[in-house]
């Protein structure tokens, strides 16, 4: 499904312009949730289909969508609609009348928040300024992304336990520039295969021996260099690990391994040193500055 990420101008009093659709199936309750919100100040669209939802959502700008669990079956499936589709749209639970199970697959499925019901207009008010609060700071991060540039550099003693750390670290930034997306998580694979490689086969585990990482980081690619102490070794004959000769060796894949899901992987002479390049391969890569954002849905 396509996802729209839409990115609206950030105006001074924007919290209490905000427009806010809601999703309700009740009219009983929809009718309620008017009056609610009448002393607010918020715009506000009802709407009783998801499907009715989506289509006008993808033709009109909105600050947040409000979904009444009165349907509390198939509420899960309708904010992952919402969610994939709006990646950016802090969506809120009304969920009065909701069990802990459908509660819980809700925020699983993309919900940032919850109230368990709307009879206090300032206690909605006070929550949902909260999460246009939040989606302010991301959209004015998102603003400033592609000027920016990242450059880190690490100087790391061969000892495996400090590898866990320092891939979660690149693996962060990479995010960060939207470069990667969830499904691409992999990417860590290739990186812990290039460190263990150079602490393992390059330093034999010295501890007085270091790995050299710099990376480097834009809007359109990530530049990991990666350079041990070793004498290198022969990059250019490599056995393929996919050969059946070869297939059920304990050892003998990391390249192999690096080469799938990077795109580019660079052995420089005498092999002591590798680049590796991973391009953002979707135009419309959503930034996640924030690992709580990083979650299946």
Known sequence: MTTIIKSPPIKGNHLKQAHIVVLCEDRTNAHKIRKTFEPTGYGLKLFHSNHRLLTWLSQHPADLVLINANDAAHTPEKISQIRNRFPLMPILLVANGCDRHILERSIQAGANHFVGDISEPKQVAAVIDRLLQFRL???????????????????????????????????????????????????????????????????????????????????????FDIRDEGEGFDFEHLPDPTQKEFLYRPRGRGVYMMRQFMDEVIFHPPGNRVTLIKRRAVKEALPRPYPWERRSI
């Open 137 to 223: 700071e991301h959209l004015r991060y998102v603003k400033v992304l592609p000027h920016m540039k990242t450059t880190l550099q690490l100087e790391l003693p061969s000892q495996l336990e400090l590898l866990g750390g320092t891939v979660y670290y690149l693996t962060e930034e990479l995010f960060k520039h939207g470069l990667i997306s969830l499904e691409q998580i992999n990417v860590k694979i290739a990186l812990v295969e290039a460190l263990t490689n150079a602490m393992e086969h390059g330093n034999k585990f010295d501890p007085n021996k270091k790995v050299f990482i710099r990376a480097e980081f834009d809007a359109e690619k990530a530049t």
